[in-house]
């Protein structure tokens, strides 16, 4: 099976193709980047697929530590030293980690060139390489730095799933059911049928989820509003990412577990009914992606959400489901709503 979306935003238009990778032909000089895990696994394949009239490669360190200024550098040098110009392209060949890092070094060499995603995680295949959310993280905080560029086209191979550990694609699947709770009841009852462990199944939830992106992507580029819906369980999960160093949660897991939180709120505010918490909680549960946080000091915890992006100044975005397949944006939940709300995660 092979699909090909189209991602159709005002000033561009892009295809994401899903299915086994094919012939991937350039005109001008290319510049792989990659990590060596993804390299090791996946470069041959790739080359041997490639055909431009130069082609090199640049592997940067794998991890999200590495996602900074210092890797940003360090492709850029080598698109230098590799005499790079305006008609070349960059291709990342990676999870998010490489995508968001290519995106955004693709986005600024020479006041920008082309970039191709070609993304080899769960979680980046259903949502990073799409929609143009490029950047680095620094000392202030994550993808603090970036810009939106679109790439010019996205290859999504289920088969690299494959050599995906379990707990990765697992963070995966959180996102997935996050476009399901949010945007398509419909979607949301296939994944409670369908097992992911099927090629068929994954094949099919793949398209679903890079199809709601699509629309979503499409009416609103910048996030000026429904894009926002996206961060369902995020702004919970930047808080338990923070207070536990980035190190003990994966970020899928990290808004398993938000995904949770605001339903536990979207429930105190009459708009989820309890049995839809739960068998969204099963769904994520069923894939053992973690859904509760013992909070130490939930006032603590309440002060760190003006540390995301969205709230900085100084009113909290929350992302509620109105029920399953829908989904609505909230700034004025009263302190006290969430400060009770979040007791109930309160360590005891
Ligand atoms: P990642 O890129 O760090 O990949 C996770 C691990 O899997 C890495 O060790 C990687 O080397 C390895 N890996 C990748 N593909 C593999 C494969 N096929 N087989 C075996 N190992 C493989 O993490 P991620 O979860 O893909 O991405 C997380 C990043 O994505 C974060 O930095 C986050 O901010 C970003 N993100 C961006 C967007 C966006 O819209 N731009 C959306 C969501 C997340
Ligand atoms: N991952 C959130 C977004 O692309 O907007």
Known sequence: MTETLLIQIPHTAYPVHIGSLGALNFKHKVLIVSNPKVAGLYLKQILSLLKAPEVYVCIVPDGESYKNMQSIEYILECAFSHRLDRKSTMI?????????????????????????????????????SVGGKTGINNAFGKNLIGLFHQPKAVYIDPAVLDTLPPREFGAGVAEMIKMAVCFDAQFFAFLQKHRLDSIKHLTQAI?????????????????SGIRAALNYGHTFAHVIEHLTHYTHFLHGEAVSIGICMANALACALGLLEEKQAQ??????????????????DVEAFYEKFFLDKKSMDSKIMFVLPRGIGDVCLREDVPKEIVLKVLSHFKQS
């Open 92 to 128: 990342a060949l990676g999870g998010g980690v490489i995508g968001d890092m290519v995106g955004f070094a693709s986005g600024i060499y020479q006041r920008g060139i082309d970039f191709v995603q070609i993304p080899t995680t769960l979680l980046a295949q259903v949502d990073a």
């Open 207 to 223: 398209i679903k989820s890079v199809a709601i992106k699509a629309r979503i992507v499409n009416a609103d580029e910048k996030e």
């Open 279 to 296: 068998d969204i909680r099963a769904l994520l549960e069923s894939y053992n992606l973690p859904t509760s946080f013992a909070i130490k």
